[in-house]
């Protein structure tokens, strides 16, 4: 019997040994997902990026067919995006954005009739603290449209109030139009680009594949915009990796 009891304890010691190896070997890391390293919790955001529909499939009744919305109320403009991947909406002449990057765009509002990125794709969740938060960069060009002065414009208020367009004109290193809403010439891409930041909080009382996505506010220079959305996704739990059974379950199993 102590034979047996010592045979099963020298086999869980290489099993474990086998596992603290492994663990030392740097393991891929699933997209769109992160670690608390407060609390040690797994979040998976993938049940809320919207994948577009495969060519030919016909939709089922959940499936989502557009991305997530949210009103910009007294912004003038309301905003599309994704989680983690492009907005699934086709998008075409996206100012100040090179078209083979159109199809990354992540976030985006359309205003005057132009469509304004306000970041690229990004599949990197992090942690700022405690908060769980999602970075969109390298959108178009901060200073590629005057979105106060656009939204006058559409309020009916063209009180050319400011004197200076002639002089933004020309420094606006050659883009086309008056008021700097061109796009840029390749080359002057050391402007500063728009960008989203989304925070993500934890709603328990919705589904892992919904969220609720609200618009917080913009910068004043309006080159940050900033979002708030609220999911299952964003509570945490524990990995596959957590769940699987190690030298101490073999041991409760015994």
């Not at 099963?8 to 603290?20: D, P, T």
């Not at 939709?59 to 989502?64: E, N, P, Q």
């Not at 997530?68 to 403009?77: E, L, N, P, S």
């Not at 960069?137 to 367009?165: N, Q």
Request: hydrophobic share 30%; aromatic share 8%.
């Amino acid at each position: 019997m102590r034979f047996l009891e010592l045979s099963v304890l020298l086999s869980l010691f290489s099993i474990s040994s086998v596992q603290a190896a492994d663990s030392k070997a740097p393991k891929p890391t699933k997209p769109c997902t992160v670690t608390s390293p407060s609390s040690g919790s797994f979040f998976d955001l993938n049940s809320i990026a919207i994948q577009p529909l495969e060519d030919g499939k016909k939709a089922h009744k959940d499936d989502r067919t557009e991305s997530w919305h949210a009103k910009g109320y007294d912004y003038g403009a309301n905003f599309t995006l994704n989680f983690c991947d492009p907005v699934i909406e086709g998008l075409k002449d996206v100012v100040g954005v090179d078209k083979g990057m159109w199809r990354n765009v992540s976030a985006y509002y359309t205003l005057g009739g132009k469509t304004y990125s306000i970041g690229q794709q990004s599949a990197e969740p992090v942690f700022r603290g405690r908060k769980l938060v999602l970075n969109y960069t390298l959108g178009s060009p901060c200073d590629s449209t005057s979105s106060k002065h656009s939204r006058k414009l559409i309020d009916g208020d063209d009180d050319d109030e400011d004197d200076d367009d002639d002089d933004d004109d020309k420094n606006d290193g050659g883009r086309t139009g008056g008021g700097g809403r061109g796009r840029p010439k390749s080359g002057s891409d050391k402007k500063r680009r728009k960008s989203t930041l989304i925070s993500l909080l934890c709603d328990r009382d919705s589904l892992p594949s919904e969220a609720s996505v609200a618009f917080v506010g913009a910068s004043p220079d309006e080159c940050t915009y900033f979002f708030e959305a609220r999911s299952a996704a964003a509570c945490g739990g524990v990995s596959n990796a957590q769940q699987s059974l190690g030298p101490a379950g073999v041991f409760g199993v015994m």
